[in-house]
């Protein structure tokens, strides 16, 4: 039986204020990365959205499943994934999990037992089971909509209650989630990606989009071209890179020059003197 | 020789007085003024806002090429921000030369160049209530059309009289 990845990226990701799929590492989201990882150990990936986010550009670069089935949450998701394929098992990650490794993810396959409804880690953090980084079984899919439509809306609670096969995790950090801007900071740190602060302004159509005139930033972008993706993504902004320009202390720069702690970053727009 | 802003309206006359040369036999000068339409738009009112740290290096290049590029004695351009009414002055570029063609084709590069170069940004306000800023929000509408190029030229071309 094929075991195909899912990735959970259809959270609201209301404590870090900012879309969680496309917070980046050095210059990859963390969708692409999740993807990324899910499709070095997986024929095919999906990317797990919600109906309203499939015009959303980060999450529309990969083959999208949208939940068929009514509700939120990841379980919804995984019974999307089991619906759409029923005879395939679903190795199912969450997107904000920027430390999961190849390791973990081989080790989880080799011990994964058919015969269960899923096979998943324990949580270093307090021992219950993991249930956003796990295989989930075609049989589950009955079971998940038993205990759905018996009120359940934890998968946590579901895995603790049902035959599932659990793993002590190879690496005490390797599912640590980032929910929050200090999680993505220790999780930059943990990578070892620097960050750096810089100071941005805004003008015209940039500073209305922005809703301010400038600001001082942590970033882990390193090129102008990498922080117009990150605050484009944190702001809306409607105009295209291509579109723009870019000053760097005050002067015109390329979109691949490297950028330096200290650095006054300005976004042009197309002009109109005269 | 400088490019410069004007938070209120401009002085034409003092720009006219920068420009005088002993050895010049004429002088031109072009304004843009605020005109009340815009691409098929009834428009009330203008606002203008620049990037001046670099807006003033730009500029100053602008005029450091005229004066390469043609023999003319002086150049001068000044640009208003801020919010302008109707008929007002919004930019300002004179050139004085020995004779009067080099003053009007440095004049012409001066302000051609100030429009494509210059981080200044045009806020126009409507008759009907609307807004929006002159060559972006035409691209926000319609992103990555192969023609982007062509159609700011169109906008330029338009936006002052000339």
């Not at chain 2, 806020?123 to 929000?137: A, M, P, T």
Request: glycine share 6%; with cysteine; hydrophobic share 45%.
């Amino acid at each position: 039986m094929p075991v195909y990845g899912l990735v959970l990226a259809g959270g609201s990701s209301s404590r870090m204020q900012r879309d969680k799929a496309s917070l980046p590492y050095r210059g990859k989201t963390q969708l692409d990365r999740a993807f990324g990882l899910a499709a070095r150990h997986c024929a095919e990936v999906f990317v797990s959205v919600r109906a309203t986010q499939v015009a959303d550009p980060a999450r529309a670069a990969h083959p999208m499943l949208v939940d068929s089935i009514p509700g939120e949450g990841p379980i919804i998701g995984i019974r999307s994934a089991l619906a759409a394929f029923p005879r395939v098992a679903w190795l199912v990650i969450a997107c904000d999990l920027p430390l999961l490794s190849d390791s973990t993810l081989d080790f989880l396959l080799l011990e994964r037992d058919p015969h269960s409804l899923a096979t998943a880690f324990f949580s270093a953090h307090d021992n219950l089971p993991e249930p956003l980084c796990a295989v989930w079984e075609p049989a589950a899919a009955a079971a998940l909509a038993e205990y759905q439509s018996a009120g359940g809306q934890c998968p946590r609670k579901f895995l603790m209650r049902n035959r599932a096969k659990l793993l002590e995790p190879l690496d005490a950090r390797a599912l640590d989630n980032v929910n929050t801007p200090e999680e993505y900071a220790a999780a930059l740190a943990a990578l070892e990606i620097s960050t750096m602060k810089l100071r941005v302004q805004y003008f015209a159509l940039m500073r209305e989009q922005a809703g301010r005139s400038e600001e001082t930033l942590e970033t882990a972008a390193t090129t102008p071209a990498e922080l117009y993706g990150e605050l484009a993504t944190r702001y809306g902004f409607t105009l295209a890179r291509e579109q723009l320009k870019v000053a760097v202390n005050s002067e015109f720069s390329e979109w691949s020059r490297p950028l330096a702690a200290g650095d006054d970053v300005v976004f042009i727009p197309p002009v109109a003197g005269g | 020789m400088a490019f410069r802003f004007a938070q209120s309206a401009i002085d034409a006359v003092q720009g006219r007085l920068e420009l005088r040369d002993a050895g010049a036999g004429g002088f031109v000068s072009f304004e843009g003024w605020v005109r009340d339409h815009n691409e098929g738009k009834e428009v009330t009112a203008l606002e203008y806002e620049a990037f001046q740290e670099l807006a003033l290096k730009e500029g100053g290049r602008i005029l450091a090429e005229a004066l390469e590029r043609f023999p003319i004695k002086r150049a001068l351009c000044i640009h208003r921000v801020g919010a302008l009414q109707l008929t007002d002055l919004a930019v300002w570029v004179g050139v004085s030369a020995v004779h009067r063609g080099e003053a009007f084709d440095a004049c012409r590069y001066i302000i051609d160049e100030v429009k494509h170069r210059v981080p200044i940004w045009k806020k126009e306000h409507y008759r009907n209530g609307d807004s929006g800023w002159v060559n972006c929000e035409q691209c926000a509408a319609a992103p990555l059309h192969s023609h982007h190029a062509d159609q700011h030229h169109a906008a330029l071309d338009v936006d002052i009289g000339k």
